[in-house]
């Protein structure tokens, strides 16, 4: 079977080759702007959108880890797009041919719909801001004031997202031929999905395409029937295969299970292995070693009346320490990518020359044209500049009238850097493809929590952290989008257009979806399924920047100089060492996911893992080609029996049966 897949994908290039020579006659083929969004696009958007926004509010809301699905977004706006055209033909009715430019916008505008939903703050800041979270916090916690807290709104949490998500649309438009064609920067997450598109629209492309549709279809099937399955099983507290013993009851006490999540092991089958072996290594280090031995210092380092979940018991250690590994890592990353920024930016201006367009003789044909066409429909600086006056304004209004703690000069003063900043951001992200945009959002969640004090420091930190981070996150994507546009020949208008409709979409769509599960799950319970660990993470971010280190249980700084050291050695450690050392040493980005969530999920993206290796070590060329389709499969079927489950507990239906396991009573 191998043999044969080899062979038939030799036959696939040599077509593909045909292909490629003929590009530069596409040219001429490109449809206009206006025409390159259309209806059905759109209708595409909004289903791919609200699907993958109830998947990533999902995994917000489990485990704060969400791995980078725009790639098998790609893939469902082809399948959608092909499988309606093909609906149509056999209807006898003729439609519009479906381009590589549709496909592009297509996949701009539900990524941005449903990266509201991940980057949006509803399982971080805006969460934190909620009464349940604050009294986790401890309400005799110094720094965390009586009062600050805003429970959950649909009204306002929509109103919050249109005012500060159109702003990072605007601040980064007119470099966008400096950032795309001057500088030639990769930005490889855009590049990618350009050569995914790309593909599909060749013989060669369509003949893979047809058998990831194949591959997604049948995992979607399995893995929606499974969480079907399942449901029946989890009538109860910690009941069904989610609870499943796989290691003894004792490790199950720790967390160390496998819960037969098709999401995750789907997730794990996308991340690298090195993110799983994080995962796994953070959670043996913490619910394997260092909770337990904690644990029996009850009573010295801290007291036995206090409950687990107070801040100054257990739960203080973890939400601490995990604080300490995500800010070392975070803040090795924010100093690298703006060191590698600084160096890249002195060096081209100390060029006599640093343009590249059109005066670059070693461009191709092909890049001329690309760069001719990103050029030809290009958008006025005007409009970027009143735009983002425009709802800068708004902003300045709206956000204090919402959270009077933040006050207008700091949003005014956020909104004068913000285009920096964004530059920044998107610069570092165009050369290492990492978003720095939480980082950016935690420094200004510690000055301003510091800057308003004690009584107002909280909910002002928490919000402006919300604004900076969208603003500089929103306006770095566009640069992704930008960059697949250039590849692809999709007009910068048409891509500015569908990401401002996939954004608006998204305001509406992402709110409606945290809701689902607000209402339906206890959202934010310690012991529950949906911890959303990062929302008391940050607002204990926010107590640190207002109160300092006070705010610690006892021996908890010392842990955390040691973890936060830790963090920035593995970092330079990864940097430095020849690279088949360096590509084993842990992400503390990622082992801090588990320390306050549990291991059960690291098993299961292990697992993903575990099953990549095996597929490529039986077929290369096979393993290389459906692993995205499969892994999105899994993670769309077990993703969309959240509807209908969430629909029936809020129609109050509980499964028939609560399977559980109890250790065998001696005789």
């Not at 343009?355 to 890049?367: A, I």
């Amino acid at each position: 079977m191998g043999t044969g897949g080899v062979e038939e994908l030799s036959q696939i290039q040599r077509e593909d080759s045909e292909e490629v020579s003929n590009e530069r006659e596409d040219v001429k083929r490109i449809p206009p702007w206006t025409k390159q969004i259309t209806v059905r696009g759109i209708v595409a958007s909004i289903v791919i959108g609200i699907i993958y926004s109830v998947i990533v509010m999902k995994l917000n809301l489990t485990t704060g880890l969400v791995p980078n699905l725009n790639v098998s977004a790609a893939l469902l706006a082809f399948v959608f797009i092909r499988t309606w055209t093909e609906l149509l033909q056999k209807a006898g009715i003729v439609s519009t041919p479906f381009t590589r430019q549709e496909n592009t916008v297509i996949q701009t505008c539900a990524v941005a719909c449903y990266s509201i939903s991940v980057g949006g703050g509803f399982g971080s800041y805006l969460l934190g801001l909620n009464k349940k979270t604050y009294e986790q916090a401890g309400v005799d916690t110094v720094g965390n004031s009586p009062g600050s807290y805003k429970d959950p709104g649909l009204g306002w949490m929509t109103g919050f997202l249109f005012v500060v998500s159109f702003v990072g649309l605007l601040a980064m438009v007119p470099l966008r031929k400096i950032m795309i064609i001057d500088y030639k920067l990769p930005y490889p997450s855009g590049t990618a999905t350009a050569v995914l598109i790309n593909g599909f629209h060749t013989p060669k492309g369509d003949k893979m395409a047809k058998k990831q549709v194949r591959g997604f279809t049948k995992f979607f099937s399995i893995s929606f029937l499974w969480a079907f399955f399942q449901w029946f099983y989890s009538g109860g507290e910690q009941c069904g295969f989610s609870n499943f013993p796989t290691f003894g009851l004792v490790a199950w006490k720790q967390s160390f299970y496998f819960d037969f999540s098709m999401t995750y092991i789907g997730a794990g089958m996308i991340c690298s292995h090195l993110v799983n072996l994080s995962l796994l290594l953070g959670a043996v280090l913490s619910w394997g070693i260092m909770w337990p031995l904690i644990s029996e210092q009850k009573g010295d380092w801290f007291p036995k009346t206090l409950p687990e979940s107070s801040m100054k018991s257990l739960n203080g250690y973890k939400v601490f320490i995990s604080i300490a590994l995500i800010l070392g890592d975070g803040l090795y990353n924010f100093l690298k990518i703006l060191f590698f920024t600084s160096q890249s930016i002195c060096g081209r201006l100390k060029r006599t020359n640093p343009k590249t367009f059109p005066e670059d003789k070693n461009q191709t044909p092909d890049d001329l044209q690309r760069n001719e066409v990103f050029v030809r429909e290009g958008i006025p600086i005007w409009v970027a500049c009143i735009g983002y006056s425009f709802f800068s304004i708004i902003s300045i209004i709206v956000i204090p009238l919402m959270f009077h703690e933040l006050k207008w000069y700091y949003v005014l003063v956020a909104y004068i850097l913000a285009p920096s900043l964004s530059f920044c951001n998107a610069y570092g992200a165009g050369l290492t493809d990492m978003n720095m945009a939480y980082n950016y959002g935690k420094v200004a969640l510690f000055v301003l929590a510091a800057l308003t004090g004690k009584d107002s420091g909280v909910v002002a930190g928490l919000v402006g952290c919300g604004l900076i981070k969208s603003i500089v996150s929103i306006s770095s994507d566009l640069m992704h989008d930008f960059k697949a546009g250039h590849l692809t020949l999709t007009s910068p208008r048409s891509m500015l257009l569908s990401q401002a409709i996939g954004t608006a979409i998204g305001c509406v769509v992402a709110p409606l979806v945290f809701f689902l599960f607000y209402k339906a799950f206890n959202v934010g319970d310690p012991n529950g399924e949906y911890k959303a660990p990062y929302a008391l993470i940050y607002r204990n971010m926010a107590i640190l920047g207002v109160q300092g280190f006070s705010a610690l249980p006892q021996h908890c700084l010392q842990l955390c100089y040691g973890f936060f050291g830790f963090a920035m050695v593995a970092n330079l450690a990864r940097d430095v060492l020849p690279k088949k050392f360096g590509n084993w040493v842990p992400i503390p980005m990622a082992m801090a996911v588990p320390f306050l969530v549990g291991a059960y999920f690291a098993i299961d993206m292990c697992v993903g893992s575990l099953v990549v290796l095996a597929w490529h070590k039986l077929d290369r060329q096979k393993a290389g080609l459906m692993v995205p389709a499969v892994a999105s499969g899994l993670i769309c079927g077990d993703g969309l029996w959240i509807l209908p489950s969430s629909i029936l507990a809020l129609a109050k239906i509980r499964p028939p049966i609560c399977m559980s396991f109890f250790p065998t009573k001696s005789a």
